[in-house]
């Protein structure tokens, strides 16, 4: 069996694997768990298309795993990537990015609402700064007013624009 180019889908390869008639009670249990997995109806294990699984899906060792000719087959199969994933593989891999996704703007997010804060604060201190200095200012006018009403009176002021 090793030798053989794996055909082109997950289906056909498991056709060819349960053509042989060499094959064990164990190879097949291998090559139904390889097909629940390669078409996401896993029984036992998340889904993920992985060695652990597989035999997890078969209910074998990975001793056994290793020791059975569709083994040899199977890992060609995983490694080349003819088989397409099964639809929860993909839907975790964008989960996960999705989670990156979120934490990326999260952060940023964090880092502009601090900026914000900051700007916030300064413009606070301004205006803080800016109330003192027009109280200051007023309270100068109003003793400039003061000042000129006790003014000679034969001083006229001038009125405002």
Known sequence: MSGQTPPGNYREISASLAAHRDLSGLDHRIIDAFDRLATGQPAVSDGALTISNLCAEAGISRASYYRSPAAAVIREVLASGQVTRPEIDILRDQV??????????????????????????????????????????????????????????????????
């Open 96 to 161: 996960r990015e999705l989670k990156k996704a979120e934490k990326r703007l999260r952060r940023d997010h964090s880092a502009q609402v601090r900026e914000l804060r900051d700007t916030v604060t300064a413009y606070a201190n301004r205006i803080q700064v800016l109330e003192l200095r027009n109280a200051e200012l007023e309270e100068h006018n109003r003793r400039l007013l003061a000042q000129l009403g006790r003014a000679d009176p034969r001083v006229i002021p001038l009125s405002g624009p």
